[in-house]
């Protein structure tokens, strides 16, 4: 059994959630927290705002002691951020192409096994993924992505268009890419590491500044919208789409945290320089993830939602269930070999460096 760092007591914590929750500030405290050695004021804010039917009031899982830390085992330690520039190469990319499986208003990350205390969600990938979802049960599992040694789960608040769910078609772009300049110092994501990127209380100011942000919404020749354009062309061709990017700096020690957001960060500038390159405390380099997602509406949006709100509360949730040699694969041949690949690991401009995945999508 391993030992737990002290943490905030129960009561405490339970209030501040509820606090959190609730919209009430948060409760000021001059204890240290051992997990992170920063002022526990700040671990009180854990809640994942707007997820406003209940706290979470149960562990996953995956944490049996239900302090929110899950361990990775093992830790990875003595790395410090790499500085160094390599070989130009634009692209450092593969994609994962996952279509729709199902929806529910469930979030194993959030609320873990609560089924119905979330809002609705959109679910990619695993076609198992809901309220009771764990590494082990989504490891080898079934997916809609293309290549079978992707179980993860991926999700985003469901899209409505008054009372009609509008679910994206085919195979959805979830590219993974070098968030970093030295594109070969990324690592695969360790098995079961599992985020929450954006926030769904975010405001419209928030959501256009936030490092994740790129085009925002988008439709015809419509872009850089925080909130859902009033109206887009009313073409065949034309659809609702988002890009958003995921942190991709990880401290090396916990597959999740609390806030299901503080274990990641998003990459700093190198002083005097324009190079991209992990922070000190986060020094570890992991893919990029980038949701690239289209939604089958245009015409007159002014009632188009999504389930956590306006357009600015969008947000999305990873969990890692990768088969490991077929992640580990794809982000060298791809990532740290400068291509930019498909989900086969193949980049149609460089033939000469082969494809990672055979036609199956599988390993040879």
Partial sequence: MRSSPRRLPALLLGTALVATVLGVGTIASATTDAHTGRDATAATSVAHLGHTMAVSTQASGDDPDGDGYIPAVPQVTGVTPSTATPPTRYFHEFQANCSVTHTAPDDPIVYPGQPGKSHDHTFMGNTSTNANSTTASLTGGATTCKAPAD????????????????????PQTIYYK?????????????????????NPMQSADEFRHHRGFVEGWECGDSYFNVDFPASCPSRADVQLNI?????????????????????MAYPVVKPGTNDNMCPADHPVALPMIEFKMAFPVNGDMSQVRLASGRGYSFHYDFFNAWEDRTLKALVDHCIVGGLQCDARGYDQTHPE????LNSDYRLP
Avoid at 178 to 191: I, N
Avoid at 250 to 263: A, I, V
Avoid at 353 to 356: D, V
């Fill in 151 to 170: 179980a993860s789960g991926y999700w985003m608040p469901s899209l409505y268009n008054g009372d009609r769910k509008i679910l994206p078609v085919g």
């Fill in 178 to 198: 070098a968030g970093v300049t030295d594109y070969t110092s990324v690592r695969p994501f360790p098995k079961g590491l599992r985020f929450v990127v954006g």
């Fill in 243 to 263: 890009r958003f990017q995921a942190p991709s700096c990880w401290d090396g020690k916990y597959l999740d945290t609390p806030d299901h957001k503080s274990h």
């Fill in 353 to 356: 460096a082969g494809a990672t």
